[in-house]
């Protein structure tokens, strides 16, 4: 599975996990949940206007088994929490990477650091 994400950081070598939240774009997903993670696309699209004036987007290739597809949710993993960071912590227990859901777009969350093969610059 390919996946782009979006910033204006120039990275050297791995979206890390631990950069989740410095962004004041990202500061409901905190409150929401501490559970680190980067936010990637599945598509080369923008979809979002605070991404618009990014410099770089990323490429990274991903093994599209070990995200979990929250639009189908085969496993009713919705309907058994609360919360998002419950929903989080029970996809990560069962070995998933990451996980895929629908806003209008596919957004992918990853947990874990990823490298990416190409860095293009948009500007």
């Given amino acids: 599975m390919r996946l782009y994400h979006y910033t204006s950081a120039e990275i050297k070598d791995k979206i890390k996990v631990k950069h989740y939240g410095v962004n004041s774009y990202s500061d409901n997903d905190v409150k929401a949940t501490n559970i680190k993670r980067s936010f990637w696309y599945s598509k080369p699209i923008i979809a979002e206007c605070h991404l618009k004036d990014s410099k770089y987007y990323y490429i990274a290739n991903v093994t599209k088994g070990s995200i979990y597809n929250l639009k189908t949710d085969r496993l009713k993993l919705k309907s058994r929490h609360n919360t998002i960071s419950a929903l989080l912590k029970n996809i990560k227990r069962r070995g998933y990477k990451g ?8 957004i992918v969350n990853l947990f874990y650091d990823v490298e990416y093969n190409k860095r293009k610059i948009l500007c």
């Fill in 99 to 106: 996980i895929l859901y629908y806003l209008g777009y596919d």
